[in-house]
Structures are given as structure tokens and as C-alpha cells.
């Protein structure tokens, strides 16, 4: 890049601010989708680009090298958006949601979600998995019971967060650790400092949140109708949930996330056709496109069973691309780099360089969207600037899982809050103030990091 086209410190910084501008108005004043001022900051920074002597044909290359990162998140959104609506086919999600109606009190569904998501994230890995499987069913149990679902898609996204964060099977915990040049459990242990407060005073704030819910005489009366209706259209069994096992026995198991998801809608259309009712090919390939269609005379039930399907998952997809676009512009034009360089000058205690971490890892989740670019760019950016200060490297692994990872389904133009969003039926801005863990995480952190020992 030659000395005329890089952008200033500066510079950048204000294109950063604008940015954001755009975006926050365009949210929160307008009350837009994120699919328009993010289209909208591409044009703004292409406009730029031209303006410091970039060819249209430079730019478009850095849009088509952001998009070709975004392949395989948009593969895995559109296999889970099928195997959720084929989860519903088969009767998968309605087991595990009459299961549930019967057994769980409503009062305990936060804190039951908030736990049940934290295990079988930390077992697989995954929270892409965990929300996909059981946090799609607990959300039909809170439309059921009449709790707000925000509070639910909060407690499901803390808990599944959690095993993304400390599961030595998760990705971005393997992915830190090795930014970092830590050993995994290392990694894991140190992160206990910020994780342990942050889940403890999570789980008080849903244990007061669900003391606080009444559960009216017609709620439970609703329950009863809405197990009756589900029970009435689609046959409860058992044997459904073996498809979801074989997915979480497959993740386990390390095996690659896309054959994983490919299996789990193949089984579920076996088991579909030995199982349910009035199954036929042209049923289960319309499930897969547009999820399935039950008739039911409750809306309530409708919504429970009608769910899923690839197109569901379509709008989180053009966010994926034009996201990316973008975040690969930024990288054409240096922006990243220039902003990351100016930060880095200046620090010379462990306090300012951990706060430094974790917002730029924020601030790469806010730019890009993506989780790995987040842990990536800020690590080799900070990475020799620890050692020169003679700090450890797992605080530094520990500042890019709490500000990269943590924070992206906080974003709705992220890879994971696209992805939560579209399978829970919450939007992120509606959930955001209620992921508790999530943002308290990278406050220790933050915190931790001006403490001499931590």
C-alpha cells in the first residue's frame, strides 16, 4: 500500500466514528434493519477509497476477499435453518417442548435454561449447537407459558456462550489459546478469573428475574391446550431426539460442523418417515426450504411447530455478505491496520494494554462481525507488545475470548447474533440488555487487568 492511499490514524478513527454514526441512527432513530446501513457504510467507504486513489477494481477485490471469508458461516446458517425446520418435521422440537411444558415450573425456566444450555455447550462446544437443538425448543415453552422471550434468548445465549468460551472442544477456545501460544487448559484456567463473578451474578439476576414472574391460572390452562394441540398434529416420541444426539455426539467428537448439521437432517428425514404421519419426500423437501406447515387451529402451537427452513435463514445470510463486504474494504483500504497501530502507541502499563485488547476486539466484532477476525487482528497486533512489557500471554488470550468472542452475538450484523436472532425469534437488539454474561465478562476483564495479580 503506498504512502499516499494509507489512512491516518486519524483518519481512520473519524471513518470509524462515521461509521458507527450511521449505523447507531440508523438502528435506534430510524428503527431500520442492519442490512441497509451496513450496504449504506460499504458505498461511504468505497466513496473513500476512491477518494485516496483506490480503482474500483482494487476496492470490488477487497469486497469479493471479505464475502469469499464468510463462505463457510453462511454454509452452516443455512444447514441450521434447514435442520431446524426438519427437527420440527420429525417431531425432534415438539418432544423436547410437551417434555419440557410437563415438567418444567415457569418459574424455573430461566435459570432451567440458563443451566441446561451451559452443559451441553460445555459437552459439544458449540453454541451454534446448544441454540439450535434445546434453545429452540425453550423458547416454545416460553411462548407457551406466557414469559417473555427476551428474558428466555438471554438465558439460552449466557448459557451457551459459556461452553463457546471455556469448552476445551469450542473453536474460539482453541483459537485464542493458540493466538495466545498458550496451552488450552492454561488458557481455560485463567479465564475462570473473569468467567466464575460474571456467571455467578448472571445466575442471581435470572433467579430474581424468574421469582418475579406470576404465572396466571389461564397461563397453566394455555399450557395444558397448547401440549394437547402439539400432541394432536405431530406424534411425540422418544426415538426423535436421536437425531439431535447423533449431532451433539458428533460434536463431541470434533467431527467438522457442516457433516455434522448434514447428518442431523438426513437422520431426522429417516426417522421422520418411520415416525410421523402423512410423511412424504415432497413434505420433507418443503420442510427444508420453507420449514414445515402444520395446521393447527392455536396460533400459539402454529408458532411453536412452523419454524425453521432455509429461507428462514436468509435475511441473517445477506447480513453475513454485506457484513463481511464490508469488513474485507476495511482491510483493502488499511482502515483496521492504521486504527490497531495508533492504539498500540502510548501503552505502557498492563491495566491500559488489557483494556486495549478487549476493545479492540470489540471494536474488530463491531467492524467485521466476525468472531475470528476479532481474536485474530487484535492478538498479532498485541501480541509482542506483552512480551515487550514483560505481561503474560493468558491475559492477553483472556482479553481476546472476552472482547472477541463473547461479544459478537451482541452484534446483530455478527456472525452469531445474526445466527441467534433468526433461530430464536428474537431480534439482538431485544435480547441484548438481558445476556448478562456476556458483557460482564470483558468488564473483569477489563477490571482484572489494572489489578497487579490477576
Same mark, same amino acid.
Given at each position: 500500500?503506498?504512502?499516499?492511499?494509507?489512512?491516518?490514524?486519524?483518519?481512520?478513527?473519524?471513518?470509524?466514528?462515521?461509521?458507527?454514526?450511521?449505523?447507531?441512527?440508523?438502528?435506534?432513530?430510524?428503527?431500520?434493519? +442492519?442490512?441497509?446501513?451496513?450496504?449504506?457504510?460499504?458505498?461511504?467507504?468505497?466513496?473513500?477509497?476512491?477518494?485516496?486513489?483506490?480503482?474500483?477494481?482494487?476496492?470490488?477485490?477487497?469486497?469479493?476477499?471479505?464475502?469469499?471469508?464468510?463462505?463457510?458461516?453462511?454454509?452452516?446458517?443455512?444447514?441450521?435453518?434447514?435442520?431446524?425446520?426438519?427437527?420440527?418435521?420429525?417431531?425432534?422440537?415438539?418432544?423436547?417442548?410437551?417434555?419440557?411444558?410437563?415438567?418444567?415450573? +415457569?418459574?424455573?425456566?430461566?435459570?432451567?435454561?440458563?443451566?441446561?444450555?451451559?452443559?451441553?455447550?460445555?459437552?459439544?462446544?458449540?453454541? *451454534?449447537?446448544?441454540?439450535?437443538?434445546?434453545?429452540?425448543?425453550?423458547?416454545?415453552?416460553?411462548?407457551?407459558?406466557?414469559?417473555?422471550?427476551?428474558?428466555?434468548?438471554?438465558?439460552?445465549?449466557?448459557?451457551?456462550?459459556?461452553?463457546?468460551?471455556?469448552? +476445551?472442544?469450542?473453536?474460539?477456545?482453541?483459537?485464542?489459546?493458540?493466538?495466545?501460544?498458550?496451552?488450552?487448559?492454561?488458557?481455560?484456567?485463567?479465564?475462570?478469573?473473569?468467567?466464575?463473578?460474571?456467571?455467578?451474578?448472571?445466575?442471581?439476576?435470572?433467579? *430474581?428475574?424468574?421469582?418475579?414472574?406470576?404465572?396466571?391460572?389461564?397461563?397453566?390452562?394455555?399450557?395444558?391446550?397448547?401440549?394437547?394441540?402439539?400432541?394432536?398434529?405431530?406424534?411425540?416420541?422418544?426415538?426423535?431426539?436421536?437425531? +439431535?444426539?447423533?449431532?451433539?455426539?458428533?460434536? /463431541?467428537?470434533?467431527?467438522? /460442523?457442516?457433516?455434522?448439521?448434514?447428518?442431523?437432517? /438426513?437422520?431426522?428425514?429417516?426417522?421422520?418417515?418411520?415416525?410421523?404421519?402423512? /410423511?412424504?419426500?415432497?413434505?420433507?423437501?418443503?420442510?427444508?426450504?420453507?420449514?414445515?406447515?402444520?395446521?393447527?387451529?392455536?396460533?400459539?402451537?402454529?408458532?411453536?411447530?412452523?419454524?425453521?427452513?432455509?429461507?428462514?435463514?436468509?435475511?441473517?445470510?445477506?447480513?453475513?455478505?454485506?457484513?463481511?463486504?464490508?469488513?474485507?474494504?476495511?482491510?483493502?483500504?488499511?482502515?483496521?491496520?492504521?486504527?490497531?497501530?495508533?492504539?498500540?502507541?502510548?501503552?505502557?502499563?498492563?491495566?491500559?494494554?488489557?483494556?486495549?485488547?478487549?476493545?479492540?476486539?470489540?471494536?474488530?466484532?463491531?467492524?467485521?462481525?466476525?468472531?475470528?477476525?476479532?481474536?485474530?487482528?487484535?492478538?498479532?497486533?498485541?501480541?509482542? !507488545?506483552?512480551?515487550?512489557?514483560?505481561?503474560?500471554?493468558?491475559?492477553?488470550?483472556?482479553?481476546?475470548?472476552?472482547?472477541?468472542?463473547?461479544?459478537?452475538?451482541?452484534?446483530?450484523?455478527?456472525?452469531?447474533?445474526? *445466527?441467534?436472532?433468526?433461530? !430464536?425469534?428474537?431480534?439482538?437488539?431485544?435480547?441484548?440488555?438481558?445476556?448478562? *454474561?456476556?458483557?460482564?465478562?470483558?468488564?473483569?476483564?477489563?477490571?482484572?487487568?489494572?489489578?497487579?495479580?490477576?
Amino acid at each position: 500500500m503506498s504512502k499516499e492511499k494509507r489512512l491516518s490514524f486519524s483518519i481512520s478513527a473519524l471513518l470509524f466514528l462515521v461509521i458507527l454514526a450511521i449505523i447507531f441512527t440508523c438502528l435506534f432513530i430510524f428503527h431500520a434493519e +442492519p442490512h441497509l446501513p451496513l450496504l449504506m457504510c460499504v458505498g461511504f467507504l468505497a466513496v473513500v477509497g476512491a477518494f485516496k486513489g483506490y480503482s474500483w477494481k482494487e476496492l470490488e477485490s477487497g469486497i469479493v476477499s471479505g464475502i469469499r471469508n464468510g463462505v463457510q458461516p453462511i454454509i452452516v446458517l443455512s444447514l441450521i435453518g434447514i435442520l431446524i425446520g426438519v427437527w420440527e418435521y420429525s417431531g425432534a422440537i415438539p418432544t423436547v417442548t410437551v417434555y419440557a411444558l410437563k415438567m418444567i415450573e +415457569p418459574q424455573a425456566l430461566l435459570l432451567t435454561a440458563l443451566f441446561s444450555c451451559l452443559i451441553i455447550s460445555s459437552l459439544v462446544g458449540s453454541s *451454534f449447537t446448544t441454540v439450535s437443538t434445546i434453545g429452540v425448543a425453550l423458547i416454545g415453552v416460553a411462548q407457551a407459558a406466557g414469559i417473555p422471550l427476551t428474558w428466555v434468548a438471554g438465558a439460552v445465549i449466557c448459557g451457551a456462550c459459556f461452553g463457546d468460551k471455556m469448552s +476445551p472442544l469450542s473453536d474460539t477456545t482453541n483459537f485464542a489459546a493458540g493466538v495466545g501460544e498458550l496451552p488450552i487448559f492454561k488458557h481455560i484456567r485463567h479465564m475462570m478469573g473473569t468467567t466464575i463473578p460474571a456467571l455467578f451474578i448472571t445466575i442471581l439476576l435470572f433467579f *430474581f428475574m424468574g421469582r418475579s414472574l406470576t404465572v396466571a391460572s389461564a397461563s397453566t390452562e394455555n399450557i395444558q391446550t397448547i401440549v394437547s394441540g402439539i400432541e394432536n398434529i405431530v406424534n411425540i416420541n422418544m426415538l426423535t431426539l436421536l437425531s +439431535p444426539l447423533l449431532v451433539i455426539v458428533l460434536a /463431541v467428537r470434533r467431527i467438522p /460442523v457442516i457433516p455434522s448439521l448434514a447428518a442431523g437432517i /438426513v437422520s431426522a428425514g429417516i426417522l421422520a418417515a418411520f415416525i410421523q404421519p402423512d /410423511v412424504s419426500f415432497s413434505s420433507f423437501l418443503s420442510a427444508m426450504q420453507n420449514g414445515p406447515v402444520f395446521s393447527a387451529e392455536s396460533e400459539a402451537v402454529a408458532n411453536i411447530l412452523n419454524r425453521g427452513g432455509l429461507q428462514s435463514m436468509m435475511g441473517s445470510v445477506s447480513l453475513i455478505i454485506i457484513a463481511f463486504a464490508l469488513g474485507g474494504l476495511m482491510e483493502k483500504t488499511g482502515l483496521i491496520t492504521s486504527l490497531l497501530e495508533g492504539v498500540i502507541k502510548g501503552i505502557r502499563s498492563k491495566g491500559r494494554l488489557v483494556f486495549s485488547t478487549v476493545a479492540s476486539s470489540m471494536g474488530m466484532n463491531l467492524l467485521t462481525g466476525e468472531q475470528y477476525l476479532s481474536i485474530l487482528i487484535p492478538g498479532q497486533s498485541f501480541k509482542k !507488545l506483552y512480551d515487550r512489557l514483560g505481561i503474560e500471554r493468558k491475559h492477553l488470550s483472556r482479553s481476546l475470548e472476552d472482547g472477541g468472542t463473547l461479544i459478537n452475538p451482541m452484534i446483530p450484523w455478527g456472525v452469531s447474533g445474526a *445466527f441467534m436472532s433468526s433461530a !430464536l425469534g428474537v431480534p439482538v437488539i431485544e435480547y441484548l440488555p438481558f445476556v448478562f *454474561f456476556l458483557y460482564l465478562s470483558p468488564i473483569f476483564s477489563i477490571l482484572f487487568g489494572f489489578r497487579k495479580q490477576s
